[in-house]
Nanobody, 116 residues
């Protein structure tokens, strides 16, 4: 059974920061990539950031230079540091974990609202 726990969402003003974290206690599988997606009202879901087991990161163009993804391997935890937040960053953020072999799991989501 796969279990992901996300924390760190909230309401902030434009320009402020938030840090999301996601931990999995699943031990039956090895972990490959980890990441974060988001779903904004009326929009399609999108993958915001991803980090491979080797530490290679990729970002959605609109968050490059503002967001930073990192992971703590021994803790099976992935983080998303979000700086200079904008109203268009508002949405539900979902943790993503790729387990080997070939299993992708998503968390339950945490709300991020950027508003003045």
């Amino acid at each position: 059974q796969v279990h992901l726990v996300e924390t760190g969402g909230g309401l902030v003003q434009p320009g402020e920061s938030l840090r999301l974290s996601c931990t999995t206690s699943t031990t039956n599988y090895s972990i490959d990539a980890m990441g974060w997606g988001r779903q904004a009202p009326g929009n399609q879901s999108e993958l915001v950031a991803e980090i491979t087991a080797g530490g290679t990161t990729t970002y959605l163009d609109s968050v490059k230079g503002r967001f930073a993804i990192s992971r703590d391997g021994p803790k099976n935890t992935v983080y998303l540091q979000m700086n200079s937040l904008k109203p268009e960053d508002t949405g539900v953020y979902f943790c993503m974990v790729d387990f080997t072999p070939g299993l992708r799991a998503w968390g339950q989501g945490t709300q991020v609202t950027v508003s003045s």
